[in-house]
Nanobody, 120 residues
Framework: QVQLLESGGGLVQAGGSLRLSCAASGRTFTMGWFRQAPGKEREFVAAIRGSGGSTDYADSVKGRFTISTDNARLTVYLQMNSLKPEDTAVYYC????????????????WGQGTQVTVSS
């Protein structure tokens, strides 16, 4: 069992930046971020896989968000720049021991979520 603990959410004005962190209690192959806005389904944001660190981004965040890990691959970060009001959501860290895709059901481990609010 792997436990995930997110931090770094908060309130920011449009155009601003935030960095989310997620600390894992054990190493996994894929680590990702999802988000869920009120009344909407949980959606994929970004993922990073394996020791090579291949990354994948949703089109809505490509060029603005960057996912990365520390050298031990126990902490995953999401650097969010040029934030927009539509980025407002609860952001969830997720992890899987396999090569999980963009589907939330592929991930075995989830954090509790951290709120990101972008004001206009």
């Amino acid at each position: 069992q792997v436990q995930l603990l997110e931090s770094g959410g908060g309130l920011v004005q449009a155009g601003g930046s935030l960095r989310l962190s997620c600390a894992a209690s054990g190493r996994t192959f894929t680590m990702g971020w999802f988000r869920q806005a009120p009344g909407k389904e949980r959606e994929f944001v970004a993922a990073i896989r394996g020791s090579g660190g291949s990354t994948d981004y949703a089109d809505s965040v490509k060029g603005r968000f960057t996912i990365s890990t520390d050298n031990a691959r126990l902490t995953v970060y999401l650097q969010m720049n040029s934030l927009k009001p539509e980025d407002t959501a609860v952001y969830y860290c997720a992890a899987d021991r396999g090569a999980a895709s963009r589907l939330a059901r592929m991930y075995d481990y989830w954090g509790q979520g951290t709120q990101v609010t972008v004001s206009s």
